[in-house]
């Protein structure tokens, strides 16, 4: 089993910043990706930033050049730098880690959501 523990969401205000976490624990082997994605309330859940082995990133449009996302190997760990944030980011945050446990089985885990609102 592969799991994943999210925090930093909150509230904050247009043009704040946050910092989301998600580590991943359990009988991991390897990683290949680590991404966040968001699921805003009436929409589709989307993509906002993934990172690959040999920290290869992308993002959605939307958030670049605003948003950074980061893994520490060692601690299994992603995250995602949230700088200023608009009304529209608010929306659930979920993190997503695709890889291969100690049995060789590939696995992609999700984490259970982190709320991120942006209000004045």
């Known amino acids: 089993q592969v799991y994943l523990v999210e925090s930093g969401g909150g509230l904050v205000q247009p043009g704040g910043s946050l910092r989301l976490s998600c580590v991943a624990s359990?009988?991991?082997?390897?990683?290949?990706?680590m991404g966040w994605y968001r699921q805003a309330p009436g929409k589709q859940r989307e993509l906002v930033a993934k990172?690959?082995?040999?920290?290869?990133?992308n993002y959605v449009d939307s958030v670049k050049g605003r948003f950074t996302i980061s893994r520490d190997n060692a601690k299994n760990t992603v995250y995602l730098q949230m700088n200023s944030l608009k009304l529209e980011d608010t929306a659930v945050y979920y993190c997503?880690?695709?890889?291969?446990?100690?049995?060789?089985?590939?696995?992609?885990?999700w984490g259970q959501g982190t709320q991120v609102t942006v209000s004045s």
């Open positions: 997503n880690v695709v890889g291969s446990m100690l049995t060789r089985t590939r696995f992609d885990s």
């Open positions: 359990g009988s991991i082997f390897s990683i290949n990706a």
């Open positions: 990172i690959i082995s040999g920290g290869i990133t």
